[in-house]
């Protein structure tokens, strides 16, 4: 049995000023999107990207992510409570981002960036999306220092204690996403991007990827104590990840005819 360290969710504190880890793990995103776009840059096949133009992707992805997110959490989760405290939705610091609401508005700034530079939307789709999974690995890192998203109760050797929320050993679900949604899915897609792909396979590999590992780690996770299991015993969570993974497969099956029509 495991017990969480319980870290101090504050980095660096100078006078009023506080520096979180949640924050860092951002800043840490940003950082290994543009250091893995910059190798990506350097491939044969993705010879006509400029640093630039990597840099001025970031600023579209990072206002998709931020915007996206919270409005995702805000009509997702906690629709009701918002409508009546509608103030609150600008209430960042409190917390509450969504992924999927944050993906979406990653697609619409893609979207947007994709006509100002001329290039194809699934084309540039494919060269972010093995840019992402590392960044997504921080971000469950977050959680965890936070202590925050525990697992399901477990009798597992690895069950660790959360004492902000009981003495059960739970699941550390936090870790599960980490290596599924960050090592496991960025393996793939560096891998398989590796080698010339139909237009679109890589952003359906994406899709698929992240909604199955989702999924999967989901049976592990606490669901929100204000949602709970919603039909057929699925988080909502999961039902978010539905959707990605017919629409990755659907993809991927459009862009390998595509080739050979």
């Known amino acids: 049995m495991l017990i969480h360290p319980q870290f101090d969710p504050i980095a660096i504190a100078i006078g009023p000023l506080a520096i979180r880890w949640y924050g860092l793990m951002y800043l840490t995103a940003f950082i290994l999107f543009l250091l893995l776009g910059r190798l990506r840059i350097k491939q044969q096949a993705y010879a006509g990207w400029q640093v630039k133009q990597l840099d001025d992707m970031l600023f579209y992805g990072v206002l998709g992510v931020v915007l996206g997110g919270r409005l995702g959490y805000v009509l997702f989760y906690k629709f009701d409570y918002y409508l009546a405290h509608p103030i609150e939705i600008f209430y960042v610091w409190q917390g509450g981002m969504s992924f999927h609401g944050g993906f979406l508005g990653v697609i619409i700034a893609v979207w947007l960036f994709a006509r100002r530079v001329g290039k194809p939307w699934l084309a540039v789709t494919d060269f972010i999306a093995p840019l992402v999974p590392l960044g997504l690995g921080a971000g469950r890192i977050g959680n965890f220092i936070n202590g925050e998203l525990w697992g399901r109760p477990t009798d597992l050797p690895w069950g660790m204690i959360f004492p902000q929320v009981d003495n059960v050993p739970r699941h550390p679900s936090q870790l599960y996403e980490f290596g599924l949604e960050g090592l496991a899915l960025f393996a793939l897609l560096w891998i398989y991007s590796s080698r010339p792909r139909p237009v679109g396979a890589v952003s359906g590999l994406f899709l698929i990827g992240y909604g199955s590992f989702r999924f999967l780690v ?30 990755g497969i659907a993809m991927m099956i459009w862009a390998y005819r595509r080739r050979t029509t």
Do not use: H, N, T, Y
């Open 218 to 247: 989901e049976f592990s996770r606490e669901p929100d104590d204000f949602l709970g299991l919603l039909a057929l015993g699925l988080s909502m969570g999961q039902w978010l990840s539905l959707p990605m993974i017919a629409a």
